[in-house]
Every structure is written in structure tokens, then in C-alpha cells.
T-cell receptor
Framework: DTGVSQDPRHKITKRGQNVTFRCDPISEHNRLYWYRQTLGQGPEFLTYFQNEAQLEKSRLLSDRFSAERPKGSFSTLEIQRTEQGDSAMYLC???????????????FGPGTRLTVL | AQRVTQPEKLLSVFKGAPVELKCNYSYSGSPELFWYVQYSRQRLQLLLRHISRESIKGFTADLNKGETSFHLKKPFAQEEDSAMYYCALNGLTTSGTYKYIFGTGTRLKVLA
């Protein structure tokens, strides 16, 4: 296991199309996070899973966004009817089940860069 | 509101000079703070966390609750320290879970 992986690394789509991204966390990690990062900004929290349960969802996540983690392993993030404002880097991170709040080290994937034309 | 502020977008220093990357936070409870780093063409990774009171790659950061700051310091900068640095806070949400809040980042350039 070489770490968190994300697929695809780059996605170019036309406005109005749907896109889906995949994240594979480190295998023993039960927490999985999605972030969005735009130019000049830090990662912005989108949503968080503990095993298959989605525990927190940001107000940034409009109804066009949905995330799943059906078996508590990999996760998908879908954006429906994409808009130009959705263009960003989408980051996934995972963390260990043995960590508590103050040691919750996040291990990040390489990200998926989305460009909406 | 929970917030992390990094006032400098870019910080340039000469090799061997001291470095201080500023981070201020707003959080009503007891904060848990971290510094993450992203080197060129690499993924974001943890540099250090305040609870460990550790020094990583010569960097230290002290939590100052009075000034609500968590500045990152290194006495002698090296060229390999050039990277993007993000301060982050792990805070309690209204629904009782925790989530990370990141600052906007500071790009450190160490000049030869």
C-alpha cells in the first residue's frame, strides 16, 4: 500500500456534464475526507466518513455534490451538472482509527484536478 | 466562527536566515493545531502538530493561547525548505464531530 490514491488525476469536462472521482484510502484507515482547493486557497473541507457513515457535510457541498463510501473502503465524489465554478483540485485524505482529535494526522492523496469548460 | 489566518502569501528569505511563518486562529474551545507542508510536485503532508511539541526538520511551533497564534519557526533556513506551508486547526463542529480548517497557505522561498 503506497498511500492514498485518487483517480483520475485530471478531468476536463463541459459545463452541465456529470463527473465522478474515486479515492482509495490507506487500507487500515477508517476515516476518509474530501476537500476542495482552488488557486491561492487552502484545502476547504467538503465531507467526512467514518467507515461507511457520512458524519459531516459542509455547506459548501451543494445538492449537486454527493459522496459515498459504500463498503467503508474506497469513496466516490460525484458532481452533477458541473459549473465553471466547480473547477478546482479535489483532495482526498484518510486517517487512522487509532488516532484521536489531537493526533489525527491526515494522509493526502495527489488530488484530482477538475476543469469545467 | 472558526478560522485560520496566514497573513503572508509569500515569504522569501536567504539561506541560513531565520524563518517565521505566521498563523493566527479563531476558535472558542481548546484548539488542536497542525502545520502541513507541500513540496513541489508532492502531496500535502504533516509537518508537525502542537500536541507533540516536537521539532521536525528543524522547525518548531509553539501554541500561544493569549495571542491565538501558532507560528512556525526555524533558526536557519535551508533551500530544501522551499515549499507551501499550511496551518490547520482541528475543531469541533456544531454536530459534535471534528473537522479540519486550513489557512490559505504561505509559500516559503529560500534563496541561495
Amino acid at each position: 500500500d503506497t498511500g492514498v490514491s485518487q483517480d483520475p488525476r485530471h478531468k476536463i469536462t463541459k459545463r452541465g456534464q456529470n463527473v465522478t472521482f474515486r479515492c482509495d484510502p490507506i487500507s487500515e484507515h477508517n476515516r476518509l475526507y474530501w476537500y476542495r482547493q482552488t488557486l491561492g486557497q487552502g484545502p476547504e473541507f467538503l465531507t467526512y466518513f467514518q467507515n461507511e457513515a457520512q458524519l459531516e457535510k459542509s455547506r459548501l457541498l451543494s445538492d449537486r455534490f454527493s459522496a459515498e463510501r459504500p463498503k467503508g473502503s474506497f469513496s466516490t465524489l460525484e458532481i452533477q451538472r458541473t459549473e465553471q465554478g466547480d473547477s478546482a483540485m479535489y483532495l482526498c485524505a484518510s486517517s487512522s482509527p487509532t488516532s484521536n482529535r489531537n493526533t489525527d494526522t491526515q494522509y493526502f492523496g495527489p488530488g484530482t484536478r477538475l476543469t469545467v469548460l | 466562527a472558526q478560522r485560520v489566518t496566514q497573513p503572508e502569501k509569500l515569504l522569501s528569505v536567504f539561506k541560513g536566515a531565520p524563518v517565521e511563518l505566521k498563523c493566527n486562529y479563531s476558535y472558542s474551545g481548546s484548539p488542536e493545531l497542525f502545520w502541513y507542508v507541500q513540496y513541489s510536485r508532492q502531496r500535502l503532508q504533516l509537518l508537525l502538530r502542537h500536541i507533540s511539541r516536537e521539532s521536525i526538520k528543524g522547525f518548531t511551533a509553539d501554541l500561544n493561547k493569549g495571542e491565538t497564534s501558532f507560528h512556525l519557526k526555524k533558526p536557519f533556513a535551508q533551500e530544501e525548505d522551499s515549499a507551501m506551508y499550511y496551518c490547520a486547526l482541528n475543531g469541533l463542529t456544531t454536530s459534535g464531530t471534528y473537522k479540519y480548517i486550513f489557512g490559505t497557505g504561505t509559500r516559503l522561498k529560500v534563496l541561495a
